[in-house]
C-alpha cells in the first residue's frame, strides 16, 4: 500500500523558515511534487523534483525562498521554507506519481496535507 506522509508544518513568523518532508512507503516514484491549498483558494502546484537526476521546477514567487530535495535512501523529499511571506500560508502537500510526464501534474498518489502559518 502506498503511503505518502507529511510532516513539518507550522506556525512561523514572517521571515522564517520550515522543512517540510514526504515520506514515501510502498515505493518509490518518478516524480514528487509539493502543491498548497490556502483558504478560498484553488490547489496550486508549489514545486518538483524527478527521482532521477536534479531536474526540479517552482512557482516563480517561490523561486529562490524555497527548495526542493531528496534522499534516496530514505525514499523522503523535502522541501525548505526560507523568508516565509503571510501569503505562504497554506495546506500544503505531498504528491507522487510513476509517470515521465510533466513536473507539473498529473499526481496520482497524495499525501494528508500539512498545514503551514505565516504570521505578520
Known amino acids: 500500500q502506498v503511503q505518502l506522509v507529511e510532516s513539518g508544518g507550522g506556525l512561523v513568523q514572517a521571515g522564517g523558515s520550515l522543512r517540510l518532508s514526504c515520506a514515501a512507503s510502498?515505493?518509490?516514484?518518478?516524480?514528487y511534487g509539493w502543491f498548497r491549498q490556502a483558504p478560498g483558494k484553488e490547489r496550486e502546484f508549489v514545486a518538483a523534483?524527478?527521482?532521477?537526476?536534479?531536474?526540479?521546477y517552482y512557482l516563480d514567487s517561490v523561486k529562490g525562498r524555497f527548495t526542493i530535495s531528496k534522499d534516496n535512501a530514505k525514499i523522503t523529499v523535502y522541501l525548505q521554507m526560507n523568508s516565509l511571506k503571510p501569503e505562504d500560508t497554506a495546506v500544503y502537500y505531498c504528491?507522487?506519481?510513476?509517470?515521465?510526464?510533466?513536473?507539473?501534474?498529473?499526481?496520482?498518489?497524495w499525501g494528508q496535507g500539512t498545514q503551514v502559518t505565516v504570521s505578520t
Open positions: 510502498g515505493r518509490t516514484f518518478i516524480k
Open positions: 523534483i524527478r527521482w532521477s537526476g536534479d531536474t526540479t
Open positions: 504528491a507522487a506519481d510513476r509517470s515521465v510526464w510533466s513536473l507539473y501534474g498529473p499526481y496520482e498518489y
